[in-house]
C-alpha cells in the first residue's frame, strides 16, 4: 500500500482544520471564524483501499505577540520536515502579502512537493480562478495547483487522489480504523474550546485555554468530564461566566452534546473558570496546555 506524510500550512483561516475534517469525513479538528483557531499539530490518519496518508494540520503561520505564538509558528514550520507532500492551503477572498510571501520562502526550504490549494472558490466568481492561478504560478513552482471548496468539499476528493500518486509503497502507520492519536481529554477540551470562539468575541477567545481534569465512569452510567477553563483577567472571567452563570451553561450545553457524539454516551460536563494572568507567556502554563509535562501547574 501507499503511505506517507501530508503537512497541512498557511495563514490563519485559510481552512486548513475544514479540510482535514472534509478529508475525514469526521470531525477531529475544531473549526471557527476566529484566528488561530487550531494551537496544536492535529494528526490524522486517512485509510483506503489506496493505502493510507497520515495528515499533520498545523496552526496558521503568523506574526507571534507572545510565547504561545511563537510555539504554535515552530509548530508548523517544524511540521515541514516531517512531510512527504505539503499542502498550502490560501483563502482566495484575501489579497497576497508579506505573511502569505513569508510563508512561500519556508516553503521553498523543503523538499517535498508542495500543491497550493486555493481554498474557498465557492465565494468567488468562477472567471476569477484561471486569474489566481496564474498569479500564484509567478510566484512559485508548486507540484499541483487545486481550487476547492473545503466547505462544501468539492475538488476534494481529486486532491486525495492525486496525492497518492505522489507517495511511495511503505508500511502502515496507524490500524486501520484509526482517524486520529489524539487523547480523547484533548479532543474534549478543544470542543469545549470551540464553543467559547463561538459564543465570545472580542479579546476573550484568544485568551481561553481549556484543559480536562478528570474523566470517569458515573453510577449512573453517564461519563463524568471535569474541565477546567483559564482565561488571562477577572473580567474575562466574568464574561465566560455571564450573567447568573447563562454563558456558562450555554457554553456546557453546547460543549456537551459534542462530547457526547464523540463518545457515544451520556456525559455529564462539570466546568470551572480560573483566571491566570499572562498565561500565553508562561513556559509552564504552555508545557501544561501542550501536555509536554503532566507534572507542571497551569
Given amino acids: 500500500m501507499k503511505t506517507g506524510f501530508v503537512t497541512l500550512v498557511g495563514r490563519p483561516n485559510a481552512g486548513k482544520s475544514t479540510l482535514l475534517n472534509q478529508i475525514l469525513d469526521r470531525k477531529i479538528a475544531i473549526v ?12 490524522g490518519v486517512l485509510t483506503n483501499e489506496t493505502g493510507q496518508i497520515v495528515f ?15 510555539r504554535m509558528v515552530e509548530i508548523a514550520q517544524s511540521s515541514l520536515y516531517d512531510a512527504d507532500v505539503v499542502y498550502y492551503l490560501v483563502d482566495v477572498n484575501n489579497d497576497f502579502g508579506p505573511g502569505e510571501q513569508y510563508i512561500l520562502n519556508q516553503l521553498q526550504k523543503t523538499d517535498a512537493p508542495v500543491f ?3 481554498n474557498k472558490i465557492d465565494r468567488i466568481e468562477k472567471q476569477e480562478v484561471l486569474g489566481l ?12 495547483i487545486f481550487p476547492l471548496s473545503a466547505y462544501k468539499g468539492d475538488n476534494v476528493e481529486a486532491l ?18 484509526s482517524v486520529t492519536d489524539q487523547p480523547e481529554e484533548v479532543v474534549i477540551a478543544e470542543l469545549i474550546r470551540e464553543q467559547i470562539l463561538q459564543s465570545t468575541r472580542d479579546e476573550v477567545p484568544h485568551s481561553i485555554a481549556v484543559i480536562v481534569e478528570q474523566m470517569k465512569l458515573q453510577d ?3 461519563i463524568y468530564v471535569g474541565a477546567t477553563i483559564y482565561v488571562e483577567r477577572d473580567s474575562q472571567k466574568g464574561i465566560i461566566i455571564g450573567k447568573a452563570g447563562t ?7 453546547r460543549a456537551r452534546r459534542e462530547i457526547e457524539f ?7 460536563l462539570d466546568l470551572w473558570v480560573k483566571v491566570n494572568e499572562d498565561w500565553r507567556n508562561k513556559e509552564t502554563a504552555i508545557k501544561s496546555l501542550y501536555l509536554e509535562d503532566d507534572d507542571d501547574e497551569f
Avoid: N
Wanted: charged letters at 30%; a positive charge.
Fill in 56 to 70: 499533520l494540520d498545523t496552526p496558521g503561520i503568523h506574526k507571534p505577540r507572545h510565547k504561545l505564538g511563537e
Fill in 116 to 118: 497550493l490549494l486555493l
Fill in 32 to 43: 471557527s471564524d476566529k484566528a488561530q483557531t487550531t494551537r496544536h499539530r492535529i494528526t
Fill in 133 to 144: 492561478i496564474a498569479q500564484w504560478q509567478s510566484r512559485m513552482e508548486f507540484a499541483e
Fill in 247 to 253: 454563558m456558562l451553561r450555554k457554553i456546557g450545553s
Fill in 220 to 222: 449512573d452510567g453517564k
Fill in 262 to 268: 464523540l463518545l457515544g454516551e451520556k456525559v455529564y
Fill in 160 to 177: 486525495v487522489e492525486t496525492t497518492f500518486k505522489y507517495l511511495e509503497e511503505g508500511p502502515q502507520f496507524y490500524p486501520a480504523d
